[in-house]
């Protein structure tokens, strides 16, 4: 019953490295959404799809690309890494609208 | 512009007892209401809701208050446990108005006592 699963779990990327983190749902959610927290922050909105073939910008969009592969995949770019882009990144999931999301256990990405 | 607002970022109360957490939001087009609990190294779970058509959420120890005139909620907790040393996330979102995003408090740490 695995839900929602980031890979990897960690990483250390250097300024300007590129980076995919991975994420997947086998709930057979039509949403999907990227957060990033920071300390104090509470998490903050980057991207989400609602539907596979869509993407729309969140509260933090700057730097980041998505693409929702397919319904069960929602993938998040980073081109250029900067140090601003260290923070934990959690992928969650839900049926639709406003209902509740189902988290992964995070990325912790460290730019140096 | 911070439209949910946790102002406690810690809490602590000894177990058996009751916990309340409280959540203070600005964007009157809010109409729902979850809390999350979050462990370290783990995503948020989720843990209750509440409509704006109702003022009170009940599940088993859990239970969600809504205040629209004050625009707050809380959370009360009752008995505390050890399990439920946690941080908290209140979030909010204008769902009768058709939009995905959830926008999340800032948390509380709450930590029981024994």
């Known amino acids: 019953n695995a839900g929602v699963t980031q890979t990897p779990k960690f990483q250390v990327l250097k300024t300007g490295q590129s980076m995919t983190l991975q994420c997947a749902q086998d709930m057979n959610h039509n949403s999907m959404y990227w957060y990033r927290q920071d300390p104090g922050m509470g998490l903050r909105l980057i991207y989400y799809s609602a539907s596979e073939g869509t993407t729309d910008k969140g509260e933090v969009p700057n730097g980041y690309n998505v693409s929702r592969l397919n319904k069960r995949e929602f993938s998040l770019r980073l081109e250029s890494a900067a140090p601003s882009q260290t923070s934990v990144y959690f992928c969650?999931?839900?049926?639709?609208?406003?209902?509740?999301?189902?988290f992964g256990d995070g990325t912790r990405l460290s730019i140096l | 512009d911070q439209q949910v607002k946790q102002n406690s970022p810690s809490l602590r109360v000894q177990e058996g007892r009751i916990s309340i957490l409280n959540c203070d939001y600005t964007n009157s087009m809010f109409d729902y209401f979850l809390w999350y609990k979050k462990y370290p190294a783990e995503g948020p779970t989720f843990l209750i809701s509440?409509?704006?058509?109702?003022d009170k959420n009940e599940d088993g120890r859990f239970t969600v208050f809504l205040n629209k005139s004050a625009k707050h909620l809380s959370l009360h907790i009752v008995p505390s446990q050890p399990g439920d040393s946690a941080v908290y996330f209140c979030?909010?979102?204008?769902?009768?108005?058709?939009?995905?995003?959830?926008?999340f408090g800032t948390g509380t740490r709450l930590t029981i006592i024994p």
């Open positions: 969650a999931s839900s049926t639709g609208a406003g209902q509740p999301q189902h």
């Open positions: 509440i409509s704006s058509i109702k």
């Open positions: 979030a909010a979102s204008a769902r009768n108005f058709g939009n995905e995003k959830l926008t």
